[in-house]
């Protein structure tokens, strides 16, 4: 997935169970680094797969997806 083009509308369309924070930032529109406090102060669910930090997919959209 390319970040300059993530929307809320083609994570909604991905098949990927999870984001990274890149992805969900250009998906809101903000700063990486406003994604990154989300997960510090649990505002934005995430899941250490190695050495990697992902947001869970479902449980993004359900926080901020405005169709649900």
Known sequence: MR????????????????ITRTEAAAALGVDP????????????????LGRRLVIPR???LRIFDPRD
């Open 33 to 48: 680094r406003t994604v990154t406090a989300g997960i510090e102060d649990g505002t934005i669910p995430a899941v250490k």
């Open 3 to 18: 970040t300059a083009t993530v929307t809320i509308d083609t994570l909604r369309d991905s098949r990927s169970l999870v």
């Open 58 to 60: 479902e449980k993004f």
